[in-house]
């Protein structure tokens, strides 16, 4: 997941450093953190990543200490918050159970932090299994016992085509989600690093420039010069790829238009049919930030196979 970045980032700036890492691995009724989320805690107290957005925090820093010191790994259950006594809970009313491993050979082994990296520099995922009996983590499936999965995806990408207005509020947007931001257009006079700051930029034609990419099932593309000799290759270049999410700006006048065109161009019903257009979820959008939110929107529900 997304959230886990700034971890994974941490665990190679911090290798060779005594540290321990804590993963929710079950949660019920409204947990504030998913499965698989990670913290890691340096010995030095240090830490990096969330078990519960601040509720339990503090407890699990201590519990990682005892670890990193040598003591046996540990799966800590955690629930509502008694309001009358000092202790840890959760007050959102949810409940979850998070297990501290020390980052060595017998728990989490640091080798995992290269293999996990390596994947996602491919755009593939890989899937760690842990043992909940020992406490250790391998890549190899467990035959027996009780264990905890965790997918590690590669980063979420996002591809925009057309360097407007629009297209600035959904690049500073999609940034703040932690998406990798990447705007394409071959006119110079759009493109630039004022209008677009802290994304990349790409000033090849968008077929060429989406070719090169490599859209994967962690990559969306979304049209919004209104151009079609922009527009339209890069849909075609898009459709022909296992992208979970394609938009296009534009009516639903101009994409009956576009439909048409792209059936000439060669492109299938069903390949048509996966352009999400008018782009985006509708909320009444007006103006080029609320049209940005409700593109990000139905991008991260295409990520999440609730489209």
């Known amino acids: 997941m997304a959230e886990n970045d700034s971890v994974l980032t941490a665990a190679r700036n911090w290798r060779d450093e005594p540290l321990a890492i ?22 030095d107290g240090r830490f990096e990543g969330s078990v519960s957005g601040g509720c339990v925090e503090s407890d699990i820093l201590q519990t990682a200490a005892d670890v990193i ?9 955690y629930g509502v918050a008694d309001a009358a006594a000092w202790e840890v809970g959760l007050p959102c009313g949810g409940e979850i159970a998070v297990m501290v491993q020390p980052v060595s050979a017998a728990g989490f082994d640091p080798e995992l932090f290269d293999r996990i990296a390596e994947a996602r520099d491919h755009g593939a995922a890989l899937t760690v299994t842990t043992d909940l009996a020992t406490g250790h983590s391998d890549l190899r499936p467990a035959e027996t016992g009780e264990v905890f999965v965790n997918r590690y995806d590669p980063p979420r990408r996002l591809l925009i085509v057309g360097a407007v207005q629009i ?8 940034t703040t989600l932690g ?5 394409i257009d071959p006119r110079a006079r759009f493109l630039t690093d004022e209008r677009f700051p802290g994304v990349t930029l790409d000033d090849r034609w968008p077929d060429e420039a989406i070719a090169a990419l490599k859209p994967g099932p962690a990559t969306a593309v979304v049209t919004l010069s209104h151009d079609i000799k922009i527009d339209d290759p890069a849909l075609i270049a898009a459709l022909a790829t296992n992208a979970p999410y394609v938009g296009a700006l534009g009516s639903r006048r101009s994409h009956a238009a576009r439909r048409e065109r792209l059936a000439a161009a060669g492109l299938s019903a069903e390949q048509i049919d996966r352009i999400d257009a008018p782009v985006g979820i509708d909320i009444g959008a007006i103006g080029p930030s609320e049209i940005a939110l409700s593109i990000a929107a139905a991008m991260v529900g295409a990520f999440h196979d609730r489209g």
């Open 179 to 183: 998406i990798d931001t990447t705007v």
């Open 167 to 174: 297209a600035q509020a959904l690049a500073a947007l999609a």
């Open 69 to 77: 010191a040598g003591a046996p790994f540990q799966v800590k259950h």
């Open 22 to 43: 804590a993963t929710v691995v079950s949660t019920w009724g409204s947990a504030p953190r998913p499965r698989g989320s990670h913290m890691l805690v340096h010995a």
